[in-house]
C-alpha cells in the first residue's frame, strides 16, 4: 500500500480493477487507487524502445516484438494486460514512453507540468499508471487556487482578451486557462508512485466531486518514464 500523510483524504482505496472502474466518487474523494506491487523489469522494455522524438506512443504490437527477459517478459505481460483491461471497459488508453513534454514559454503556462484538472463533455474519469521514472502528482483541492480568480493573474489575462467584457469566461473555458491551479503556501503534493493504477475525477456536466488536480513532473535528467494515461 502506498504510505499517505492525513493531508491525502481525498484518495480511496480499493483492491481490484473491477472495484477501480465500479466505485463511483463521492464525498470528497475524487481519486481512487489500486494499489499494486508489480513484478518485472518495466526498465529493460523503455530501455529496447528506441525513442526518435521526446515522446512516443508504444503499441501492444510493438511490445510483442521485444526481445525480453524473463523479468521483461513479466512487465510486458502486466502492460498488456492493463491496456486490454482498459479497452474492454471502453476507455482507449495509451502508453506513452517520455523524455519530456513540450513546454510553455509563457507568464501562464497550460502544459501538463502546471497543476490542472481535466474536462469532458460526457461523463468520465482520467486512468494512469507510471511503470517507470518520475510518477505524476496529485494535490488536495484545499491546497490550490484557481489561477483565473488570483486578482494579478486575472488582470494580465484581461490585457491578452480582445473583446467585450461579458465574453472573458468563455475566453478562459476557450483557452483552458479555467483549468489550470496554482499550489498555495505549504501545499502538499501526493506523489501517484509507481505501478499503482489511479482513477482521478474530471470536471464533466453532472459530476458530483471536484475534479483531481494534478500535474506530470519534472522527468529526471537521464531517465524517460513509461506513463499508461485515458
Not at 2 to 20: G, N, R
Not at 27 to 32: D, F, P, R, S, Y
Not at 86 to 115: C, M, Q
Amino acid at each position: 500500500m502506498i504510505d499517505l500523510a492525513p493531508t491525502e483524504s481525498q484518495v480511496q482505496h480499493v483492491k481490484s480493477f473491477h472495484d477501480l472502474i465500479s466505485t463511483p466518487f463521492a464525498g470528497n474523494k475524487n481519486a481512487l487507487c489500486w494499489s499494486r506491487n508489480l513484478i518485472g523489469d518495466f526498465a529493460e522494455i523503455v530501455n529496447k524502445i528506441e525513442l526518435q522524438e521526446d515522446m512516443a506512443t508504444v503499441t501492444p504490437d510493438e511490445l510483442r516484438e521485444l526481445d525480453l527477459s524473463e523479468q521483461g517478459q513479466f512487465a510486458r505481460e502486466i502492460l498488456i494486460n492493463d491496456l486490454n483491461a482498459l479497452e474492454a471497459d471502453g476507455a482507449a488508453p495509451i502508453l506513452n514512453l517520455i523524455k519530456h513534454y513540450n513546454r510553455d514559454d509563457f507568464f501562464f503556462p497550460t502544459d501538463v507540468y502546471s497543476w490542472h484538472v481535466d474536462r469532458s463533455t460526457v461523463p468520465y474519469a482520467t486512468y494512469l499508471c507510471t511503470y517507470h521514472g518520475a510518477s505524476s502528482e496529485i494535490i488536495p483541492n484545499a491546497q490550490a487556487t484557481q489561477k483565473i480568480l488570483i486578482p494579478e493573474i486575472r488582470e494580465e489575462l484581461k490585457k491578452l482578451y480582445d473583446g467585450a467584457e461579458e465574453g472573458f469566461e468563455s475566453f478562459l473555458s476557450e483557452y483552458f486557462f479555467d483549468l489550470h491551479y496554482q499550489a498555495k503556501p505549504n501545499a502538499q503534493p501526493i506523489s501517484l508512485g509507481l505501478g499503482h493504477l489511479w482513477k482521478l475525477a474530471i470536471d464533466h456536466p453532472g459530476s458530483e466531486v471536484a475534479p483531481c488536480i494534478h500535474r506530470a513532473p519534472m522527468e529526471r535528467d537521464g531517465e524517460l518514464r513509461l506513463l499508461l494515461i485515458c
